[in-house]
Protein backbone atom coordinates (compact mmCIF):
# COMPACT_ATOMS: atom_id res chain seq x y z
CA UNK A 1 0.00 0.00 0.00
CA UNK A 2 0.96 3.65 -1.02
CA UNK A 3 1.79 6.24 1.79
CA UNK A 4 -1.20 8.14 0.34
CA UNK A 5 -3.54 5.15 0.27
CA UNK A 6 -2.95 4.75 4.10
CA UNK A 7 -4.53 8.12 4.77
CA UNK A 8 -7.75 6.34 3.53
CA UNK A 9 -7.30 2.76 5.26
CA UNK A 10 -8.87 3.70 8.59
CA UNK A 11 -12.24 5.11 7.72
CA UNK A 12 -13.19 8.75 5.31
CA UNK A 13 -10.14 10.79 5.10
CA UNK A 14 -9.59 14.10 6.06
CA UNK A 15 -7.43 15.97 3.61
CA UNK A 16 -6.23 19.78 4.53
CA UNK A 17 -5.22 22.27 1.97
CA UNK A 18 -2.68 25.18 3.51
CA UNK A 19 -1.17 27.60 1.31
CA UNK A 20 2.47 27.93 2.60
CA UNK A 21 4.15 30.98 3.87
CA UNK A 22 0.26 32.36 4.89
CA UNK A 23 0.92 34.38 6.98
CA UNK A 24 4.80 33.25 7.40
CA UNK A 25 6.14 29.99 7.24
CA UNK A 26 6.40 29.58 10.83
CA UNK A 27 3.01 29.84 11.19
CA UNK A 28 2.11 27.32 8.15
CA UNK A 29 4.43 24.78 10.08
CA UNK A 30 2.85 25.40 13.35
CA UNK A 31 -0.68 25.01 11.26
CA UNK A 32 0.66 21.76 10.12
CA UNK A 33 1.32 20.24 12.68
CA UNK A 34 -2.36 21.59 14.77
CA UNK A 35 -3.93 19.95 11.65
CA UNK A 36 -2.19 16.20 12.19
CA UNK A 37 -2.52 16.59 15.88
CA UNK A 38 -6.48 17.38 15.31
CA UNK A 39 -7.68 14.82 13.11
CA UNK A 40 -6.00 15.83 9.54
CA UNK A 41 -4.90 12.64 7.25
CA UNK A 42 -3.29 13.73 4.44
CA UNK A 43 -2.07 17.82 4.56
CA UNK A 44 -2.09 19.79 0.73
CA UNK A 45 0.55 22.26 0.82
CA UNK A 46 -0.13 24.93 -1.45
CA UNK A 47 3.43 26.67 -2.97
CA UNK A 48 2.33 30.06 -3.57
CA UNK A 49 2.59 31.00 -7.15
CA UNK A 50 1.64 34.44 -8.63
CA UNK A 51 -1.25 33.51 -10.90
CA UNK A 52 -3.21 30.57 -9.44
CA UNK A 53 -5.73 30.06 -12.00
CA UNK A 54 -7.94 27.10 -10.09
CA UNK A 55 -8.05 29.06 -7.30
CA UNK A 56 -10.78 31.47 -5.97
CA UNK A 57 -10.36 34.76 -4.21
CA UNK A 58 -9.68 33.35 -0.66
CA UNK A 59 -6.70 31.43 -1.77
CA UNK A 60 -5.64 34.17 -4.53
CA UNK A 61 -5.40 36.31 -1.63
CA UNK A 62 -3.48 33.66 0.32
CA UNK A 63 -1.11 33.27 -2.23
CA UNK A 64 -0.69 37.47 -2.62
CA UNK A 65 0.23 37.33 1.24
CA UNK A 66 3.09 34.78 1.08
CA UNK A 67 4.60 36.15 -1.81
CA UNK A 68 4.54 39.58 -0.29
CA UNK A 69 6.17 38.08 2.90
CA UNK A 70 9.38 36.41 0.58
CA UNK A 71 8.15 33.11 0.72
CA UNK A 72 10.10 31.28 -2.02
CA UNK A 73 10.03 27.34 -3.54
CA UNK A 74 13.29 26.70 -1.39
CA UNK A 75 11.77 28.57 1.50
CA UNK A 76 8.87 25.96 1.32
CA UNK A 77 10.88 22.89 1.12
CA UNK A 78 12.99 24.02 4.31
CA UNK A 79 9.85 24.18 6.18
CA UNK A 80 8.68 20.95 5.14
CA UNK A 81 11.89 19.15 5.80
CA UNK A 82 11.57 21.33 9.22
CA UNK A 83 8.17 19.60 9.98
CA UNK A 84 8.80 16.11 8.47
CA UNK A 85 10.82 16.01 12.35
CA UNK A 86 7.62 15.22 14.39
CA UNK A 87 4.80 14.90 11.20
CA UNK A 88 4.83 11.78 9.64
CA UNK A 89 0.89 11.86 8.05
CA UNK A 90 1.31 11.70 4.10
CA UNK A 91 1.77 15.28 2.23
CA UNK A 92 1.73 16.54 -1.40
CA UNK A 93 2.20 19.48 -2.74
CA UNK A 94 -0.23 21.69 -4.72
CA UNK A 95 1.02 23.91 -7.64
CA UNK A 96 1.50 24.88 -10.69
CA UNK A 97 3.38 23.65 -14.02
CA UNK A 98 5.53 26.70 -14.63
CA UNK A 99 6.77 26.79 -10.34
CA UNK A 100 7.90 22.92 -11.10
CA UNK A 101 9.51 23.95 -14.44
CA UNK A 102 10.83 27.43 -13.44
CA UNK A 103 12.73 25.10 -10.61
CA UNK A 104 13.75 22.16 -13.07
CA UNK A 105 11.49 19.58 -12.89
CA UNK A 106 13.61 16.92 -12.12
CA UNK A 107 15.54 18.79 -8.75
CA UNK A 108 11.74 19.58 -7.90
CA UNK A 109 11.33 16.34 -7.65
CA UNK A 110 14.36 15.33 -6.30
CA UNK A 111 13.88 17.49 -3.32
CA UNK A 112 10.03 16.22 -2.91
CA UNK A 113 11.33 12.75 -2.38
CA UNK A 114 14.43 14.22 0.22
CA UNK A 115 11.99 16.24 2.21
CA UNK A 116 9.26 13.23 2.27
CA UNK A 117 6.40 14.55 0.11
CA UNK A 118 4.52 11.66 -1.10
CA UNK A 119 2.97 13.20 -4.33
CA UNK A 120 2.01 16.11 -6.20
CA UNK A 121 -1.15 18.33 -7.79
CA UNK A 122 -0.99 20.30 -10.80
CA UNK A 123 -4.33 21.52 -11.66
CA UNK A 124 -3.00 23.45 -14.99
CA UNK A 125 -1.97 19.89 -16.42
CA UNK A 126 -4.94 18.24 -18.32
CA UNK A 127 -4.86 14.24 -18.63
CA UNK A 128 -3.74 14.44 -22.30
CA UNK A 129 -0.50 16.67 -20.84
CA UNK A 130 0.60 14.68 -17.99
CA UNK A 131 3.28 12.85 -20.23
CA UNK A 132 5.86 16.03 -19.10
CA UNK A 133 5.35 14.84 -15.35
CA UNK A 134 4.12 12.07 -15.00
CA UNK A 135 7.71 9.55 -16.33
CA UNK A 136 9.83 11.42 -13.76
CA UNK A 137 7.03 11.20 -10.86
CA UNK A 138 6.82 7.50 -11.39
CA UNK A 139 10.40 7.02 -10.86
CA UNK A 140 11.00 8.63 -7.45
CA UNK A 141 7.52 7.09 -6.66
CA UNK A 142 5.64 10.08 -6.35
CA UNK A 143 2.05 10.22 -7.16
CA UNK A 144 1.00 12.54 -9.56
CA UNK A 145 -2.51 12.99 -8.66
CA UNK A 146 -5.46 13.50 -10.74
CA UNK A 147 -8.38 15.60 -11.32
CA UNK A 148 -11.73 14.88 -12.49
CA UNK A 149 -14.31 17.78 -13.06
CA UNK A 150 -18.16 17.67 -13.50
CA UNK A 151 -16.90 18.24 -17.53
CA UNK A 152 -14.71 15.45 -17.23
CA UNK A 153 -17.94 12.95 -18.19
CA UNK A 154 -16.65 10.13 -20.82
CA UNK A 155 -12.92 11.02 -19.77
CA UNK A 156 -13.59 9.83 -16.09
CA UNK A 157 -12.79 5.91 -16.40
CA UNK A 158 -9.62 6.83 -18.44
CA UNK A 159 -8.72 9.23 -16.24
CA UNK A 160 -9.33 7.08 -13.23
CA UNK A 161 -7.87 3.98 -14.64
CA UNK A 162 -4.27 5.62 -14.67
CA UNK A 163 -4.87 7.27 -11.70
CA UNK A 164 -1.89 7.04 -8.93
CA UNK A 165 -2.58 8.42 -4.76
CA UNK A 166 -5.76 9.45 -4.93
CA UNK A 167 -7.99 10.64 -7.94
CA UNK A 168 -9.33 14.56 -6.60
CA UNK A 169 -12.84 14.78 -7.51
CA UNK A 170 -13.72 18.45 -8.24
CA UNK A 171 -17.54 18.96 -6.57
CA UNK A 172 -18.02 21.92 -8.92
CA UNK A 173 -17.24 24.20 -11.63
CA UNK A 174 -15.24 27.58 -11.19
CA UNK A 175 -12.72 27.86 -9.09
CA UNK A 176 -12.12 26.85 -5.04
CA UNK A 177 -13.82 28.26 -2.51
CA UNK A 178 -16.52 28.27 0.62
CA UNK A 179 -20.09 27.36 -1.21
CA UNK A 180 -23.44 27.31 0.36
CA UNK A 181 -24.12 24.21 -1.50
CA UNK A 182 -22.93 21.60 -3.71
CA UNK A 183 -24.99 20.63 -6.25
CA UNK A 184 -23.06 18.27 -8.31
CA UNK A 185 -23.75 15.00 -8.89
CA UNK A 186 -20.60 13.75 -6.91
CA UNK A 187 -22.23 10.62 -6.35
CA UNK A 188 -22.24 9.19 -9.93
CA UNK A 189 -18.57 10.91 -10.33
CA UNK A 190 -17.46 8.94 -7.67
CA UNK A 191 -19.58 5.35 -8.70
CA UNK A 192 -17.56 5.28 -11.82
CA UNK A 193 -14.43 6.46 -10.31
CA UNK A 194 -14.88 3.35 -8.14
CA UNK A 195 -15.92 1.11 -10.73
CA UNK A 196 -12.55 1.86 -12.75
CA UNK A 197 -9.94 2.01 -10.07
CA UNK A 198 -9.07 0.92 -6.42
CA UNK A 199 -7.30 4.27 -5.74
CA UNK A 200 -8.95 5.65 -3.45
CA UNK A 201 -11.33 9.14 -3.94
CA UNK A 202 -11.66 12.61 -2.14
CA UNK A 203 -14.08 15.46 -2.87
CA UNK A 204 -12.75 18.86 -3.01
CA UNK A 205 -13.74 22.45 -3.80
CA UNK A 206 -16.54 24.41 -1.63
CA UNK A 207 -16.59 21.70 0.96
CA UNK A 208 -16.47 24.45 4.40
CA UNK A 209 -19.04 23.12 6.80
CA UNK A 210 -19.29 19.59 9.12
CA UNK A 211 -22.78 19.03 7.59
CA UNK A 212 -21.12 19.54 4.13
CA UNK A 213 -18.18 17.21 4.52
CA UNK A 214 -20.54 14.42 6.57
CA UNK A 215 -22.54 14.79 2.86
CA UNK A 216 -19.96 14.68 0.76
CA UNK A 217 -18.18 11.89 2.36
CA UNK A 218 -20.90 9.72 2.19
CA UNK A 219 -19.97 9.46 -2.18
CA UNK A 220 -15.96 9.14 -1.09
CA UNK A 221 -13.06 7.84 0.67
CA UNK A 222 -12.40 11.19 1.86
CA UNK A 223 -13.16 15.16 1.65
CA UNK A 224 -10.79 18.06 1.02
CA UNK A 225 -11.52 21.32 2.59
CA UNK A 226 -9.05 24.04 1.54
CA UNK A 227 -11.03 27.47 1.39
CA UNK A 228 -12.30 27.43 5.08
CA UNK A 229 -8.80 26.69 6.67
CA UNK A 230 -7.42 29.52 4.56
CA UNK A 231 -10.02 31.60 5.56
CA UNK A 232 -9.31 30.98 9.42
CA UNK A 233 -5.46 32.13 8.62
CA UNK A 234 -6.51 35.15 7.64
CA UNK A 235 -8.83 35.65 10.22
CA UNK A 236 -6.15 34.88 13.15
CA UNK A 237 -3.00 35.32 11.13
CA UNK A 238 -0.21 34.03 13.46
CA UNK A 239 -2.66 32.65 16.27
CA UNK A 240 -4.42 30.26 13.86
CA UNK A 241 -3.17 27.38 14.84
CA UNK A 242 -5.21 27.07 17.79
CA UNK A 243 -8.26 27.63 15.70
CA UNK A 244 -7.45 25.80 12.79
CA UNK A 245 -6.99 22.38 14.95
CA UNK A 246 -10.60 23.73 16.57
CA UNK A 247 -12.20 23.59 13.35
CA UNK A 248 -10.09 19.97 11.84
CA UNK A 249 -11.41 18.19 14.89
CA UNK A 250 -15.21 19.03 14.23
CA UNK A 251 -14.38 17.89 10.76
CA UNK A 252 -13.30 14.47 12.04
CA UNK A 253 -16.26 14.36 13.82
CA UNK A 254 -18.51 14.66 11.28
CA UNK A 255 -17.22 12.40 9.10
CA UNK A 256 -16.04 9.41 11.16
CA UNK A 257 -18.35 6.45 11.54
CA UNK A 258 -19.25 6.22 8.02
CA UNK A 259 -17.00 4.03 6.67
CA UNK A 260 -18.49 1.42 4.97
CA UNK A 261 -20.99 3.29 3.43
CA UNK A 262 -21.07 2.66 -0.62
CA UNK A 263 -21.69 4.64 -3.55
CA UNK A 264 -25.05 3.34 -5.04
CA UNK A 265 -25.30 6.07 -7.96
CA UNK A 266 -25.10 5.08 -11.69
CA UNK A 267 -23.49 7.49 -14.17
Known sequence: MSEIASAFDHGKA???FVTCGDPDLGTTAEVVRSLAANGADLIELGIPFSDPTAEGPVIQAANERALSAGTTTDKVFDMVAEVRRDVSIPM????????????GTERFLDRCVDIGIQGIILPDVPYEEKADFEPQCAERGLALVSMV???????????ASEARGFVYVVSSLGVTGVRSSITTDVGAMTSLICQTTDVPCAIGFGISTPEQARAMAVHADGIIIGSAIVKLLAQHGKAAPGPVGEYARSIKAAISGLRGQSISTEW
Open 14 to 16: FVA
Open 92 to 103: VFMTYANVVFSY
Open 149 to 159: APTSESRISMI
